[in-house]
Every structure is written in C-alpha cells, then in structure tokens.
C-alpha cells in the first residue's frame, strides 16, 4: 500500500511541477490552490462550502439508494448540509433516469426547490 501512495505523490508531485515558474505555484498546484475539489458523498462529511453541486442526481449515481431507506436519505442529507449558501442538482436525461431518487427530488419540490431546465 505505501508503495502506491508514494508511487502516486510522485505523479502529482511531477504533474504540479510541469510548467510551474517557480515552487510557490508548484507547491499551490501540489494543494489544489483555486481547484474545485470533487469527492465522494461520505468523503465531504465534516467539510463546508459556499457551494456544492451534486453532478449526477440519479438512479446510475445513486444506484445504492432504495426509496424508504432511511439511511440512503441520511447520506443524501449528509452531502446536502455541506452546502453554506447554496446546492446545485444536476440531473442529464440522457444519463439516467429518476425512478429510485423519485423520494429525493420530491423532497426537495417540498422544500421549495425550483427545477430548472437547461
């Protein structure tokens, strides 16, 4: 296991280094510095932003969800409490469907939520 994290720290090291005019931007590349961080539902708990998006809101994404389970609606409560000021759902037809998250988007219609259609 170590041998893959150092494995991939070098990578990322590498990475942030290419092109970078000097440590302070390799360093700021290495951290993320002015990056949007993407991550797992589970993975945000503890953490706050302005803003999150939840890219995917449906049944390919949330395929562990089952309508009634309280303990998939706790999760989707965990990633929604992130957001300071606001949340993005974005939803792709083409994507996937909305049969299983049915219970997820109407409890968003119930808070007030408008959908909007792009």
């Given at each position: 296991?170590?041998?893959?994290i150092?494995?991939?720290?070098?990578?990322?090291?590498?990475?942030?280094?290419d092109?970078?005019?000097?440590?302070?931007?390799?360093?700021?590349?290495?951290?993320?510095?002015?990056?949007?961080p993407m991550?797992?539902?589970?993975?945000?708990?503890?953490?706050?932003?302005d803003?999150?998006?939840?890219?995917?809101?449906d049944?390919?994404?949330?395929?562990?969800?089952?309508?009634?389970d309280?303990?998939s609606?706790?999760?989707?409560f965990?990633?929604?409490?992130?957001?300071?000021?606001?949340?993005?759902f974005?939803?792709?037809?083409?994507?996937?469907?909305?049969?299983?998250v049915a219970?997820?988007?109407?409890?968003?219609t119930d808070?007030?939520?408008?959908e909007?259609?792009?």
């Open positions: 296991m170590l041998q893959i150092l494995k991939a720290f070098c990578i990322h090291f590498f990475a942030s280094a092109g970078a005019p000097n440590w302070a931007a390799c360093l700021d590349a290495f951290e993320g510095v002015n990056q949007i991550m797992t539902v589970h993975k945000s708990k503890g953490l706050e932003y803003t999150i998006i939840f890219v995917g809101l049944d390919r994404a949330w395929w562990a969800h089952t309508p009634g309280p303990e609606v706790a999760a989707f965990l990633a929604l409490s992130r957001a300071k000021q606001r949340a993005i974005a939803f792709c037809q083409q994507r996937g469907k909305r049969n299983n219970e997820l988007y109407q409890l968003l808070a007030g939520v408008p909007i259609e792009i």
